[in-house]
């Protein structure tokens, strides 16, 4: 079945878009934060939030190409749809990037090239700096030695290189599944079973890739903020995040085009199974999260601390908020099994649920990036409705451009008979 | 007359199925089936009602968490107050992260173990306890359909069970 945009969904997503953008630009007009570093942080903040919903979904669908699970078959074509925002996502990362590597904004303390020579020579104007105790050299006040440490993995050469590196093998990747999809509906019989033999092994090849990536990314993109500190399960936590987020914008797409009247071999047992996926991976990431307090609370050691120290500081209601709204609100609501058969219910946990993950990685940029000085007006929440607006007119549109069921697939009989 | 139970044999679960829902809709009462493994929408058909267990589980589960914070703070908060990571609180609130783990591990303990004996003692499958079964060839590769007469009356079962594919249908008198 072929889906259509219908007008009023492209209206309203036009209309956040549009709303969203005003709210957002009267909010940067009335930034008047060094370098506009609160607009950045914010376009950061979405940007990064969107794209893991897009990459999520990436990831899910190519763990579910590598197990071949059969009864994802069904509803493939909506995680093809949310990854179809992969490429905007992108652009805005590779805008945020660039703008950071070209001094913009300072959200990334570390690209300053001055905190890596312990000395300088002053000439006027002009300042060079050196490692060495040349002839004139004095002591260099920017130098900072633990990011200096930090030179062989921070330095914008290795740095570029990663990031094109992750943005290259995802998008390829992306592209290689939705083209390979696409090209099944057309086959029967040997070919259609080697084509899909050949997504299981592709998608293991991008888990293998994933792994490594997803960490390095979150390091590079939202702990280097804080290049200070440092925590060895980071990654996962961003990671966990980005899945659950996806998890949530997925059940939501379905059960909206259910209630369209589209998908209708999809039934309660589908609907079910992705509602175990949010409760599953929301207590993931309650765990990580609270792995990665729990071990810098116990050890109390200073250089970890401050981490928590700001948001305990200055971010305490939002702290908490977003412990209750991501692992108690989930916990409590969709753990019984009628809770993740009902689809108003699943629409309103999620979409609280859903702000609850925006609001996590709020609090992963902001504290680093403008400390106290943070605020929750238009700009935050215009720029989230503008990026939300383009994410739903993304999605639905990449949906029009194939058939909303795979017509062949070797499990989609499989798929279509679901019970549990 | 007797009473009688009537076991039909199937070989497949959907032709299981099937007969099942036949039978019901034909007015019977299906009394249970016994089946190598679980046979999914049959519940629904035989008018099984929903497991309870999950309540069971929570419950126990919650008592696990009570049991576990209320002797953590006993032994480490009031009876020999200790020291934890360095941060001499000695209040149950700021030293909870410490405690975490093991009201976790405490918690999926008791909900694990209270819900498997709840299941043997409700199923009367404890060790040692005599099989229930009646005919070993449902632990393997049939289904045994077990139908009473107690339960049916005024029902021809023996016609609606012709026409269904059982593999056999025995008669015992109880």
């Known amino acids: 079945m072929e889906f259509t945009f219908s007008k009023r969904a492209r209206t309203i997503s036009l209309a956040l878009i549009v709303v969203g953008a005003v709210a957002a630009i009267v909010g940067i007009l009335g930034d008047h934060t060094d370098h506009h570093q609160r607009s950045w942080a914010n376009l950061l903040i979405n940007g990064f939030f969107f794209f893991g919903i897009a990459l999520g979904t990436l990831f899910f669908l190519a763990l579910q190409n590598a197990t071949e699970t059969a009864w994802t078959v069904l509803v493939k074509r909506v995680y093809e749809g949310i990854i179809g925002y992969l490429p905007i996502g992108a652009v805005v990362m590779l805008i945020v990037l660039a703008a950071g590597s070209m001094h913009l904004h300072h959200l990334w303390h570390w690209m300053d090239s001055s905190l890596y020579h312990e000395y300088m020579v002053v000439n006027g104007d002009e300042v060079t700096y050196t490692d060495e105790a040349i002839e004139g050299a004095v002591a260099n006040p920017n130098f900072d030695s633990l990011i200096a440490n930090k030179a062989a993995y921070l330095n914008q050469g290795f740095f570029w290189v990663r990031n094109i590196a992750y943005l290259a093998v995802f998008l390829l990747f992306a592209r290689w599944f939705r083209s390979k999809s696409l090209e099944m509906d057309k086959l029967t019989g040997d070919s259609l079973v080697r084509t899909h033999l050949l997504t299981y092994r592709r998608g293991a090849l991008f888990l293998v890739f994933f792994a490594v990536f997803s960490s390095t990314m979150a390091w590079d993109w939202i702990m280097s903020i804080d290049a200070h500190w440092f925590s060895t399960l980071f990654g996962w936590y961003v990671f966990s995040g980005m899945w659950v987020s996806a998890m949530i914008t997925a059940i939501i797409l379905v059960l909206y085009l259910k209630r369209k009247g589209y998908l209708p071999q999809v039934n309660n047992s589908h609907i079910h199974d992705m509602g175990k996926w949010v409760f599953a991976i929301s207590f993931l990431w309650s765990y990580l999260w609270f792995s990665q307090f729990m071990l810098i609370w116990y050890s109390n050691i200073p250089e970890e601390v401050t981490y928590f120290q700001t948001r305990w500081e200055h971010y305490k209601v939002l702290f908490w908020l977003v412990f209750v709204i991501n692992f108690l609100l989930p916990m409590v609501l969709l753990m019984s099994r009628d809770a993740k058969r009902n689809p108003r219910f699943l629409i309103a946990v999620g979409s609280i649920i859903f702000v609850g993950h925006w609001l996590d990685v709020f609090l992963m940029v902001t504290p680093g990036t403008l400390g106290d000085h943070w605020e929750l007006g238009y700009l935050e929440v215009g720029m989230f409705l503008a990026f939300l607006g383009l994410l739903m007119y993304s999605v639905l549109n990449t949906l029009t451009k194939a058939p909303l069921t795979p017509v062949n697939h070797p499990y989609l009989d499989e798929s279509v008979h679901h019970s549990i | 007359m007797a009473n009688k139970v009537i076991y039909a044999v199937y070989d497949d679960p959907e032709v299981l199925k099937s007969a099942a829902r036949k039978l019901v809709s034909g007015g019977v009462r299906v009394r249970d089936v016994f089946s190598p493994f679980p046979v999914h929408g049959l519940d629904p058909i035989i008018g099984v009602k929903r497991t309870r267990l999950g309540i069971v589980s929570f419950m126990f589960g919650l008592g696990g968490l009570s049991l576990a914070i209320l002797g953590m703070s006993y032994f480490m908060i009031w009876d020999w107050p200790m020291n934890i990571g360095g941060k001499p609180s000695f209040s149950l609130y700021e030293n909870l992260p ?68 059982a593999l056999e249908i025995n008669e015992r008198q109880y």
């Open chain 2, 98 to 165: 410490a405690f975490v783990p093991v009201a976790f591990e405490f918690t999926v303990l008791c909900a694990a173990h209270g819900m498997a004996i709840t299941y043997l003692i409700r199923n009367k499958t404890l060790p040692g306890m005599p099989a229930r079964n009646p005919d070993p060839r449902s632990t393997d590769d049939k289904f045994v359909m077990e139908l009473r007469t107690e339960d049916n009356h005024g029902v021809e079962i023996a016609d609606l069970l012709q026409g269904t594919h």
